[in-house]
């Protein structure tokens, strides 16, 4: 169970990365932190503001966010850079955090919005939060998982199969467990267990 008090005021960066059909889950989420009176800033890498897909066009999934929220969304390398100098929030959040993501992430690639924050917020020693989406999380995104938990500051929304017959090495975070795992991560420890099932 989630300490709303804990929550209230926080400032969270919220880091959108392209696995498009979880955005719908994910957005719920920045509504439930707002709504706890968390102030909210939405993050967007390329492929995220930009393409349309079958899930919903780029500029719409732009406005529901800064609807939710109130506002911009940073999606350029050189808007997100200033993060980590002005200390602009407590904890930072990647979901969806695609398997792209993850091997820039661990391979310290800096080359879209999303890696720039989180090499700018990482500056100041303060949790990221990793919702981890991709098809490859059992196979090729595994060795990327492994070394990200090896390193300080991050912290990984506990995960689960998300059809394991279809798709036997894809892994979905279960979003619903965001606020407990940015509570968890604010005191220093990753929650868990990390991979559940259903």
């Known amino acids: 169970m989630t300490?709303?008090?804990?929550?209230?005021?926080?400032?969270i960066g919220a880091a959108i990365c392209g696995s498009f059909c979880t955005f719908e889950k994910v957005f719920r989420q920045i509504e439930e932190l707002t709504a706890m009176g968390c102030a909210v800033t939405p993050i967007m890498s390329y492929n995220a503001y930009n393409l349309n897909t079958r899930f919903g066009e780029a500029k719409q999934h732009a406005a529901r966010l800064r609807e939710i929220t109130g506002r911009e969304v940073i999606c350029d390398i050189t808007t997100a850079?200033?993060?980590?100098?002005?200390?602009?929030?407590?904890?930072l959040l990647v979901a969806p955090c695609t398997g792209n993501t993850l091997a820039k992430l661990a391979a310290g690639i800096v080359d879209t919005p999303v890696?720039?924050?989180v090499k700018?917020?990482?500056?100041?020693?303060?949790?990221?939060v990793i919702a981890v989406s991709t098809n490859d999380?059992?196979?090729?995104?595994?060795?990327?998982i492994g070394?990200?938990?090896?390193?300080?500051?991050?912290?990984?929304?506990p995960m689960l199969q998300d059809d394991c017959a279809a798709k036997p090495f894809s892994m979905i975070a279960d979003f619903t467990?965001?606020?407990?795992t940015i509570e968890a991560a604010l005191e220093g420890?990753?929650?868990?267990?990390?991979?559940v099932t259903t």
Do not use: W
């Not at 070394?147 to 929304?157: D, G, I, P």
């Not at 467990?177 to 407990?180: A, E, F, H």
């Not at 420890?189 to 991979?195: D, H, K």
């Open 147 to 157: 070394t990200l938990r090896n390193y300080k500051n991050f912290y990984f929304v």
């Open 137 to 144: 999380a059992l196979s090729g995104a595994a060795k990327n």
């Open 189 to 195: 420890v990753q929650l868990q267990p990390i991979y």
């Open 115 to 117: 890696c720039m924050a």
């Open 81 to 91: 850079e200033p993060i980590g100098p002005k200390k602009m929030f407590d904890v």
């Open 177 to 180: 467990r965001i606020p407990q």
């Open 3 to 11: 300490d709303v008090t804990k929550l209230s005021g926080l400032k």
């Open 120 to 128: 700018s917020h990482l500056r100041n020693q303060r949790p990221v």
